[in-house]
């Protein structure tokens, strides 16, 4: 291994682990609300209490269709009319997954411009849906 591939190496990982500790930083003291928020085209669309075992479904007027499983704390893409499927493989954001997760609180389902959010607590007081994000 050549020196320059070495520093190439270690640059990456310096990298992801300074990625990972800014993302638990960030997560700290944060937790699942019970409510999602449910976004088409980017706009907000409904905010929803989470129940065990409910469906949602997001019915577009293109034909575009999404149904959302809840679960005990958390919800996923039960099924979609997407040609990829990508939503669905995503599987579930709970509370007690979504720092690990690579979308965090968000299922996304981009052919049909849906977003499925995990809304978060901090401090006992929701997040404002409206607030950027950083």
């Not at 609300?33 to 075992?53: E, P």
């Not at 939503?87 to 981009?110: D, F, K, Y």
């Amino acid at each position: 291994m050549k020196k320059r591939d070495l520093l190439l190496l270690l640059t990456v990982v310096l990298l992801a682990a300074l990625l990972l500790g800014g993302t638990m930083l960030l997560s700290r003291g944060k937790t699942a609300s019970g409510q999602m928020r449910i976004f088409v085209n980017g706009a907000l669309h409904d905010t929803v209490s989470i129940v065990k075992g409910r469906d949602y479904e997001v019915k577009q007027q293109d034909g575009s269709v999404n149904v959302i499983r809840m679960t005990e704390d958390g919800f996923y893409m039960l099924s979609s009319t997407c040609h990829n499927q990508l939503c669905i493989q995503q599987g579930e954001a709970n509370a007690r997954n979504w720092t690990a997760r690579s979308l965090g609180t968000h299922v996304l389902c981009l052919p049909n411009r849906v977003d499925i959010e995990l809304v978060l607590t901090d401090d006992k007081t929701v997040i404002d849906p409206n607030a950027p994000d950083v």
